[in-house]
């Protein structure tokens, strides 16, 4: 059977040819390993949540019913997990799935950013080559992200920074970043979005909450100022980084700065 309903968007359905393409010994092996990426539970099998989740990752755009739909066509055996061999039959299709969208997110950040056409192909050929360092599965992951930023001579032991531009980008928390998420933050830290509002401040906010609780605390500017002060080869006593963030927290009603007073 080489026709199966693919859905874009939702409500809309169109006829979408299975690839031909077949895998060879080497991408073969590569794909079992983007398969266990995806089989979180490690049970042999890609269950109905995790593709939900695996779809998410590769920026496939489907309602629920949708993606059970398409989740149905793969399950071949009907077992109710889409297995390796399931996986490497349809990995090609997946991905000229996941081509089409990304033609249509190329097509809205262009009108909803200032970056150029050309600009944004740049950004999408960059993107591919970070998001297959590890595990050729379309998003950039944590590490992915850390190896792109050591390359781009940030010090390895500055977690901090590493760990709050992560947080920035991955914009719906999911643990990896999508092409959209990574040029429409690049847009947004470059001044390069279409209207103006407080999003670059509400994205550096993101840097400075450690801990993820929508609040910068006294624990978090501690953690800060090691990371700071580490990344500058001084090694500074942890009594007198916690007078500094004391002093600094003093006049902060609560001792606390939500996103509202960071913002005004």
């Given amino acids: 059977k080489l026709q199966f309903l693919y859905f874009i968007g939702k409500g809309h359905m169109a006829k979408f040819i299975k690839s031909s393409r077949r895998p060879g010994v080497a991408e073969a092996g590569r794909i079992r390993q983007t398969f266990k990426h995806y089989d979180e539970d490690t049970d042999g099998g890609i269950s109905k949540s995790e593709f939900i989740k695996m779809l998410s990752a590769l920026g496939i755009r489907l309602s629920e019913e949708d993606s059970m739909a398409l989740f149905t066509e793969m399950d071949l055996d009907k077992s109710g997990k889409i297995e390796t061999g399931e996986f490497l ?49 379309g998003i950039i992951d ?20 590493l760990d709050g531009l992560f947080r920035m980008f991955d914009t719906d928390k999911s643990g990896g970043i999508t ?37 910068i605390s006294e624990g978090d500017i501690a953690n800060v100022l090691v990371d700071c002060f ?18 600094t927290f003093d006049s902060i009603e609560g001792g606390k700065v939500c996103l509202i007073t960071w913002l005004y």
């Fill in 89 to 137: 039959d349809h990995y090609y299709t997946l991905l000229s799935l996941a081509e089409l969208e990304e033609a249509k997110v190329m097509q809205e950040l262009t009108s909803t950013t200032t970056f150029t056409r050309s600009e944004i192909e740049a950004m999408h050929t960059n993107f591919k080559r970070i998001s297959k360092m590890q595990c050729d599965d």
């Fill in 142 to 161: 944590k590490q992915e992200f850390k190896l792109m930023m050591l390359n781009g001579n940030v010090a390895s032991w500055d977690s901090f920074l």
């Fill in 179 to 215: 092409f959209e998420e990574f040029v429409k933050n690049l847009s947004i830290y470059h001044n390069k979005v279409s209207s103006g509002g407080d999003e670059k401040e509400m994205l550096i906010f993101q840097i400075y909450d450690v801990d993820g609780d929508n609040l």
């Fill in 230 to 247: 580490n990344s500058n080869h001084l090694f500074v006593d942890k009594k007198y980084v916690d007078e500094i963030v004391k002093a």
